[in-house]
T-cell receptor, first 115, second 115 residues
Framework: EPEVTQTPSHQVTQMGQEVILRCVPISNHLYFYWYRQILGQKVEFLVS????????KSEIFDDQFSVERPDGSNFTLKIRSTKLEDSAMYFC?????????????FGPGTRLTVL | AQSVSQHNHHVILSEAASLELGCNYS??????LFWYVQYPGQHLQLLLKYFSGDPLVKGIKGFEAEFIKSKFSFNLRKPSVQWSDTAEYFCAVNAYGGSQGNLIFGKGTKLSVKP
């Protein structure tokens, strides 16, 4: 069964460093999402992406964040200058359809630890 | 703004006990509702979803949920839990027609089933 994959599973970085989290969505999916979960808190929406541009983003997704689909398979989330409060589990998701009826399939997550 | 509340943080049950996990949402319009499960060390998986029609929805692994519009609730149930149901359960909502599909999650309920 096709799956969303994410690398790395765990990333440790120093405050102020740039990190890139990688995701490979399911191959025939066209809509991509990033969510994050700070330890002990809710899973929060960050951004959705379609047709090589951002469809929607939350207040969390500020200028420090960017997303890209550099090739036909990868979908990346970049944090330019990490802060301590960026430490969280980051989940990528993809769906075949847009909007509320598109079932989202989630990857296993990348645990980001900012020291 | 939409929000989702899951009232139980951690539920501990013995095998064969019945399960009900509460989920309430706040949004006045039409919503789509989801329950996701995350088994230890695995990614979020969709258990069941409600879009329209019969408010009693059956999902995988014997789970079901009932949408009660008047109570803004979508509680998850299972008549007899098994040890393998030990996981974290997340309720999520999407405002139909209002977005590209970003999900609003509850904080999750950890279920521990004792053998």
């Amino acid at each position: 069964e096709p799956e969303v994959t994410q690398t790395p599973s765990h990333q440790v970085t120093q405050m102020g460093q740039e990190v890139i989290l990688r995701c490979v969505p399911i191959s025939n999916h066209l809509y991509f999402y990033w969510y994050r979960q700070i330890l002990g808190q809710k899973v929060e929406f960050l951004v959705s992406f379609y047709n090589n541009e951002i469809s929607e983003k939350s207040e969390i997704f500020d200028d420090q964040f960017s997303v890209e689909r550099p090739d036909g398979s990868n979908f990346t989330l970049k944090i330019r200058s990490t802060k301590l409060e960026d430490s969280a589990m980051y989940f990528c998701a993809s769906s075949e359809q847009a909007g509320a009826r598109g079932e989202q399939f989630f990857g296993p997550g990348t645990r980001l630890t900012v020291l | 703004a939409q929000s989702v509340s899951q009232h139980n943080h951690h539920v501990i049950l013995s095998e064969a006990a019945s399960l009900e996990l509460g989920c309430n949402y706040s949004y006045g319009g039409t919503v789509n509702l989801f329950w996701y499960v995350q088994y230890p060390g695995q990614h979020l998986q969709l258990l069941l979803k409600y879009f329209s029609g019969d408010p009693l929805v059956k999902g995988i692994k014997g789970f079901e949920a009932e949408f009660i519009k008047s109570k803004f609730s979508f509680n998850l149930r299972k008549p007899s839990v098994q040890w393998s149901d030990t996981a974290e359960y997340f309720c999520a909502v999407n405002a139909y027609g209002g977005s590209q599909g970003n999900l609003i999650f509850g904080k999750g309920t950890k279920l521990s089933v004792k053998p």
